[in-house]
C-alpha cells in the first residue's frame, strides 16, 4: 500500500476487542453497564461533593476532579466502542482518531498527577495535621490543580502535534478498540523513531514521578501510623491505604503492561486486555473505593434524599484523622 499524508486520509479501521461473534452481545452488555455504572457514579461524587458543604476540603476537592477524569477518560473510547459492536463498523475518522490520541493522553496525564496530589494531601494530613488547613489552604488546592490541568495539555498537545505529522498508508488498520497512541505510531508509514523517544521519555518521567511520589507519601505515613499504639487505628489505617494502592498498582500496572514492559513490537491481545483494565474497569472502581464506602459520603447521600432518622453530624472541620483512620 503507498504511504499517504494525513491530508489525505479519511478514515482507520478498528479491529476491536478480540470477542466471538457469538459473544458480541454479552460483552456488548457487560461493556454498557460498566460505562453506565462508571458515569452515574462519578457524577454522584461530584454532585455530593457540590451540594453537601461538609465535604468542602480538600480530599473531596481532589476527589471531584478525580472523578471527572474517569468520566472524561472512559467517554473517550467506551461509546465508540460499544457503537462499533452494535453496528459491526469499525471505521474511525482519522480526525476522530486524532482527538482519541489527544484526550488520552491528556486525561490519563492528568489522572496520574491527581493521585499524586492526593497522595501528597494524605501525607501532609497524617504526618503534619496540625498545620494541615494552613499548608493545604484553598489557593493551594486550586493552584495544584490548575498545575495538573496544565501539565497534562502540554503533554498532550505535544503528543498529537507529532502524531499529525506521521504519514498513513492507505487503508491503515489499528489492531485494538480505539486510536491509542503506542499502536497508532506502529501502524505508521513513516519514521516514528522520535515520536517513540518521546513517548518512553516524557510518558516514562511523569510515570516515575507520581509513583515515587506516591510510594514516598504512603512510606512516610505508614513511619507515623506504625508509632500510634492502636491496633485498631492501624488496620484502619491499612486497609484505607491497601484500597487506595490497589487502585494506583492496577492503573499504573496496566499502563506499564502496555506501553513499557511490551515484549514485542506487534501488538498483543493482552496488551487490549491491559488497556480494557484501565480504561474502564479503574475509572469504574473509584465511586466505590474512595466514595461510597465513606460515612461523610454515605450522611451527605442521606442528606440529598432527605432521609429522616438519620443522626445528624457535628458541624466542625473535617479532619484526616476522622475522614480515614477512625471511625
Not at 504511504?3 to 457487560?30: D, K, R
Request: net charge positive; proline share 4%; glycine share 4%.
Amino acid at each position: 500500500m503507498r504511504p499517504e499524508n494525513h491530508s489525505s486520509m479519511s478514515e482507520f479501521l478498528l479491529l476491536g476487542l478480540p470477542i466471538p461473534p457469538e459473544q458480541q452481545g454479552m460483552f456488548f452488555a457487560l461493556f454498557l453497564g460498566m460505562y453506565l455504572t462508571t458515569v452515574l457514579g462519578n457524577l454522584l461524587i461530584i454532585l455530593l461533593v457540590r451540594l453537601d458543604s461538609r465535604l468542602h476540603t480538600p480530599m473531596y476537592f481532589f476527589l471531584s476532579h478525580l472523578a471527572l477524569t474517569d468520566i472524561s477518560f472512559a467517554s473517550i473510547t467506551v461509546p465508540k466502542m460499544l457503537m462499533n459492536m452494535q453496528t459491526q463498523c469499525q471505521s474511525i475518522t482519522y480526525s476522530g482518531c486524532i482527538l482519541q490520541v489527544f484526550f488520552i493522553a491528556l486525561f490519563g496525564s492528568l489522572d496520574s498527577f491527581l493521585f499524586t496530589v492526593m497522595a501528597y494531601d494524605r501525607y501532609v494530613a497524617i504526618c503534619h495535621p496540625l498545620h494541615y488547613i494552613s499548608i493545604m489552604r484553598d489557593e493551594v488546592c486550586i493552584l495544584l490543580v490548575v498545575g495538573c490541568w496544565l501539565s497534562s495539555c502540554a503533554q498532550a498537545f505535544l503528543h498529537t502535534l507529532l502524531v499529525n505529522q506521521l504519514s498513513f498508508c492507505a487503508g491503515t488498520i489499528i489492531p485494538h478498540f480505539f486510536c491509542d497512541l503506542a499502536v497508532v505510531l506502529k501502524s505508521s508509514c513513516s519514521d516514528t523513531s522520535l515520536n517513540e523517544q518521546l513517548l518512553f521519555a516524557e510518558g516514562g518521567l511523569v510515570f516515575l514521578m507520581s509513583v515515587s511520589g506516591i510510594l514516598g507519601s504512603y512510606t512516610r505515613m505508614a513511619v507515623i501510623i506504625l508509632k500510634v499504639p492502636s491496633l485498631k487505628r492501624i488496620s484502619k489505617a491499612l486497609s484505607t491505604c491497601g484500597s487506595h494502592l490497589f487502585v494506583v498498582f492496577l492503573y499504573y500496572g496496566t499502563i506499564a503492561g502496555v506501553y513499557f514492559f511490551s515484549s514485542s513490537s506487534k501488538f498483543k491481545e493482552k496488551d487490549v486486555i491491559a488497556s480494557v483494565l484501565y480504561m474502564t474497569v479503574t475509572p469504574m472502581l473509584n465511586p466505590f473505593i474512595y466514595s461510597l464506602r465513606n460515612n461523610d459520603m454515605k450522611c451527605a447521600l442521606q442528606k440529598i434524599f432527605r432521609t429522616k432518622d438519620t443522626p445528624r453530624m457535628k458541624s466542625i472541620p473535617l479532619s484526616w484523622a476522622r475522614m480515614g483512620l477512625v471511625k
